[in-house]
């Protein structure tokens, strides 16, 4: 069965960073691209960017680039988010998904809230 | 960007209905389309690819059909499990998109 399982909840202040993680399973992770997708509260999606496990190589929305890093460790199947510089805007459910397009397969969500 | 528009943001439904939700691109996407259903506190959960195909384990009374830039999600005899919202995804070009979501509400 395969699973993407995401890790816990973060409450973050201002100004800070976060890094959220994607464990796979269930299939070979070095076969499919890892994208993430951002829901703010109450809001629709937007795409984040992907990662391709075999050799590191990203892709991101302009949007946002700056803001959000992603790796993995192959190793342990684990993909990560790295978001910095946190406000207020960063607020929401991070999901990651697994390639190719559409995404058939999804983790449960991070929340992350950014507050003082 | 590709903007996808779904022109309601809600519906209200009875039980039995059939209903039909719209999703417009900004430019052609050649069928690169899918349906999403989304229920409070879960992660999206894909229907429909390529604007018509129905993913394994999805009830038959759900639908897709369109081309070009105009696409439609249709659900025959709507179900209480059917209450939920619903995205479009262009995955045509890059960045892929979403539209605003459709979310059905019981009368």
Known sequence: EIQLQQSGPELMKPGASVKISCKASGYSFTSYYMHWVKQSHGKSLEWIGYIDPFNGGTSYNQKFKGKATLTVDKSSSTAYMHLSSLTSEDSAVYYCARGNYPFAYWGQGTLVTVSA | ?107
């Open chain 2, 1 to 107: 960007d590709i903007q996808m528009t779904q022109s309601s943001s809600s519906f209200s439904v009875s039980l039995g209905d059939r209903v039909t939700i719209t999703c417009k691109a900004s430019e052609d996407i050649y069928n690169r389309l899918a349906w999403y259903q989304q229920k409070p506190g879960n992660a999206p959960r894909l229907l429909i690819s390529g604007a018509t195909s129905l993913e394994t384990g999805v009830p038959s009374r759900f639908s897709g059909s369109g081309s070009g830039k105009d696409y439609t999600l249709s659900i025959t005899s709507l179900q209480t499990e059917d209450v939920a919202t619903y995205y479009c995804q262009q995955y045509w070009s890059t960045p892929p998109t979403f539209g605003g979501g459709t979310k059905l509400e019981i009368k």
